[in-house]
């Protein structure tokens, strides 16, 4: 699950996967605004068939954070 989810924030955020790790977000991708953000989570229920709640969704900052509420959804 972590792959795809590095692959998908790599191709939202326009950088190679290799670039992406848990510690990866706004502060160390530069093209993570809120637009490419709501993209991203998007693309995240797409692909995986879940879907965050607003709070969920507030609590996602980095890809640790959305990999462990992807976690949890996934229960």
Known sequence: MQEKVFEIVASIMGVPPTEICED???ETLPKWDSIRFMKLILALE???????????ISRMTDVRSILERISMREL
Do not use: K, V, Y
């Open 24 to 26: 990866s977000s706004p």
């Open 46 to 56: 797409e692909t995986l068939g879940i879907q965050f709640s607003d709070a969920d």
